[in-house]
T-cell receptor, first 115, second 116 residues
């Protein structure tokens, strides 16, 4: 079974641009979560989608958004990029809902650098 | 509010030494789950263990063992006879599934370096 796939692996953008990251969950998993990882803040929850509905959202500004498609693939978008958005963005899928009880399977992440 | 503290930021050991990674958690719920994940240099977090709050039995899996103590709100992880391949960042996490779809909350992680 293929694991969680995130594309692209690396991205370099400049301030003010926008970016879209993609995540394909493990086949059969309907829950997709996104986390931002930085050296200073660690792993911070962005949002979770289940069956195309956002079930939970972390404490991030509205510039961060996401969506999930009918095939469970998910995208997250960051508009008006700031230097502080430089981070590793990790996607995780889960068979369970709600998210809290099941184990998460993570992708390798997208490393975003904002210059 | 839920919180996970991993006081050890970095640990360095020589191969074959035993090492224990500490995890202390805070929660108001009686039902919760505790997790450990490993993040190797490749980036993806790898699930190691899940423990629910009603099961305080310690668990051993090969060289890995976990000690869950509700009395001290700790869920510590021990690697016996460490190997270079154990070098990674290890995260402890907590979830409260009955508190309205709360996500996993992670500690800041402990970077383990095993030196040959």
């Amino acid at each position: 079974k293929a694991g969680v796939t995130q594309t692209p692996r690396y991205l370099i953008k400049t301030r003010g641009q926008q970016v879209t990251l993609s995540c394909s969950p493990i086949s059969g998993h309907r829950s997709v979560s996104w986390y931002q990882q930085t050296p200073g803040q660690g792993l911070q929850f962005l949002f979770e989608y289940f069956s195309e509905t956002q079930r939970n959202k972390g404490n991030f500004p509205g510039r961060f958004s996401g969506r999930q498609f009918s095939n469970s693939r998910s995208e997250m978008n960051v508009s008006t990029l700031e230097l502080g958005d430089s981070a590793l963005y990790l996607c995780a899928s889960s068979l369970d809902a709600p998210q809290g009880s099941g184990k998460l399977f993570f992708g390798s992440g997208t490393q975003l650098s904002v210059l | 509010a839920q919180k996970v503290t991993q006081a050890q930021t970095e640990i360095s050991v020589v191969e074959k030494e035993d090492v224990t990674l500490d995890c202390v958690y805070e929660t108001r719920d009686t039902t919760y789950y505790l997790f450990w994940y490993k993040q190797p240099p490749s980036g993806e977090l790898v699930f190691l263990i899940r423990r629910n709050s009603f099961d305080e039995q310690n668990e051993i899996s090969g060289r890995y063992s976990w000690n869950f103590q509700k009395s001290t709100s700790s869920f510590n992880f021990t690697i016996t006879a460490s190997q270079v391949v154990d070098s990674a960042v290890y995260f402890c996490a907590l979830s409260e599934p009955h508190s309205g779809n709360t996500p996993l909350v992670f500690g800041k992680g402990t970077r383990l370096s095993v030196i040959a």
